[in-house]
């Protein structure tokens, strides 16, 4: 499938600004504030709540105090409630370091599990037909490669075994696939992996471990290889606007790039589960767009007022702007800022890039356009709302983290 791309105005069928079809229900409108935030990504849509209703035991979800993983498990609990299913459980297993997150689920019905994943006896983790997989070390990996595979594939092993017969629907990365050229579709789940660095070299361990076990066991497996999550807090989006914001320039040298909204991510995840089979099921896990980092850059500069426009018209204004006289005074607009140090270096043609039609034809498009986001994203950091302070590191090229 083709990849609209903000770099240029696009026709109107393929424009990032056309809202496509989605899961309904979903609600519209910028969340101001965490509480908004949350309650936004662990919205049901429809179709999660007919798919969820079917589950044939409990759920377990490992790994679920990272960044992805509270939202996920509310997602599911208020899915299974609305779907009538109250008699399934949703284990939310991490270490809880944090109890105020762990309590903030208890109080929604999850049921969190504190557990140390590496070093606990797998015997003691509750029994579930169902497992989402959410475990992963990528930052620091490039000075300690060791805990990297231990994370990233050794654990998978022991995961693997303690839920031979549950259906496993575990997160991988687009890293396990090499920089394509960016003028040609990204990778397919059926092209050759390529990974680059310790990190991802590991992730496709995870990969293979899963793997080995659903071909000698039959354990029922889907591997979703995800292209950076948008949670407002953290993301793509957010490195960019945050750098737009304090006047730093944006590197230009991974000049496009994958982005999706994470409560999509989350019901995918979940919507994965009946869809796990001995034969792998492998799904690409982002949005339809190929964004360019210099058009975001700029997009966010004029949200900001960076282009002497004023301090921007607010979160999703804008969105249906495209081609004429517009494009010319755009890139006009986008020359001059360039003279102010808004971007730096040049793309290099190549970036890490997944084509995602499977997992659109499957699940229907994310529900929040990339266009809006933008929008929505800039009216975070307009407003000082909280940010995570985590980057994630989408311009690294040597898979060192």
Same mark, same amino acid.
């Given at each position: ?5 903000l770099?240029k105005?696009?026709?109107p069928?393929?424009?990032v600004?056309v ?6 229900? *979903?609600?519209?409108g910028?969340?101001?504030?965490? %509480?908004?935030?949350e309650?936004? !990504? ?6 999660l ?15 679920? &105090? ?13 899915a ?12 939310a297993?991490?270490r809880?370091?944090?109890?105020a ?5 208890a ?7 504190a557990f ?15 497992a989402?997989f959410m475990?992963g ?6 000075g300690?490669?060791a ?19 549950a ?18 579709? &990204?990778s ?11 990190y ?7 990969e ?10 039959g ?21 960019i606007?945050?750098a ?10 991974t000049?496009h790039?994958?982005?999706v909204?994470q409560?999509y ?5 979940l919507?994965?589960?009946?869809h796990?089979?001995p034969?792998? *099921?492998?799904v ?7 964004a360019s980092?210099r058009?975001?850059a700029h !997009? ?7 282009? &002497?426009?004023?301090?921007?018209a ?17 890139s006009?607009?986008?020359r001059?800022?360039?003279?102010a140090?808004?971007t730096t270096? %040049?793309?290099?043609g190549t ?5 995602a039609?499977?997992?659109?034809d !499957? ?6 356009p !990339?266009?809006t986001?933008?929008g929505? %994203? ?5 407003r000082?709302?909280p940010?995570?302070?985590?980057p994630?590191? *989408?311009d690294?090229?040597?898979?060192r983290?």
């Amino acid at each position: 499938m083709p990849h609209a791309s903000l770099s240029k105005p696009a026709p109107p069928a393929a424009s990032v600004s056309v809202a496509r079809p989605g899961p309904a229900g *979903f609600p519209a409108g910028f969340p101001a504030g965490e %509480q908004r935030l949350e309650d936004l !990504l662990a919205t049901p849509s429809p179709a999660l709540v007919s798919d969820i209703a079917r589950l044939d035991g409990d759920l377990v979800v490992l790994g679920a &105090g990272g960044k992805m993983g509270p939202s996920l498990c509310r997602l599911a609990r208020r899915a299974l409630d609305a779907a009538g299913r109250g008699d399934v459980a949703v284990h939310a297993v991490s270490r809880w370091s944090d109890r105020a997150a762990a309590d903030a689920l208890a109080a929604e019905g999850v049921r969190p599990v504190a557990f140390d994943l590496l070093d606990g006896d797998p015997a003691r983790l509750p029994d579930a037909g169902n497992a989402v997989f959410m475990v992963g070390a990528k930052f620091g990996s490039a000075g300690n490669p060791a805990h990297a595979w231990a994370v990233n594939a050794a654990l998978p092993d022991r995961i693997a075994r303690r839920y031979r017969d549950a259906r496993i629907s575990a997160f991988s990365t687009g890293n396990v696939y090499p920089l394509v050229d960016t003028a040609a579709a &990204g990778s397919a789940e059926t092209d050759p992996v390529g990974p680059v660095g310790e990190y991802a070299m590991s992730c496709l361990g995870r990969e293979r471990v899963f793997g080995y076990h659903a071909a000698e066991h039959g354990t029922r497996v889907a591997l979703l290889r995800l292209n950076y999550a948008i949670d407002l807090r953290y993301g793509v989006l957010a490195d960019i606007a945050s750098a737009v914001h304090a006047g730093r320039p944006v590197d230009l040298t991974t000049g496009h790039v994958n982005v999706v909204w994470q409560g999509y991510a989350n019901e995918v995840a979940l919507r994965a589960l009946p869809h796990a089979d001995p034969e792998v *099921f492998t799904v690409n896990l982002t949005g339809p767009e190929t964004a360019s980092v210099r058009r975001l850059a700029h !997009l966010f500069a004029e949200e900001f007022g960076r282009n &002497g426009a004023g301090a921007g018209a607010g979160a999703g204004a804008g969105v249906d702007t495209d081609a004429g006289a517009g494009a010319d005074a755009g890139s006009h607009a986008e020359r001059a800022l360039e003279k102010a140090s808004l971007t730096t270096g %040049q793309e290099s043609g190549t970036a890490l890039l997944s084509d995602a039609s499977r997992c659109h034809d !499957l699940f229907g498009y994310p529900p929040v356009p !990339l266009r809006t986001l933008v929008g929505w %994203q800039a009216e975070w950091i307009r407003r000082g709302l909280p940010l995570s302070g985590r980057p994630t590191k *989408f311009d690294v090229r040597d898979g060192r983290f």
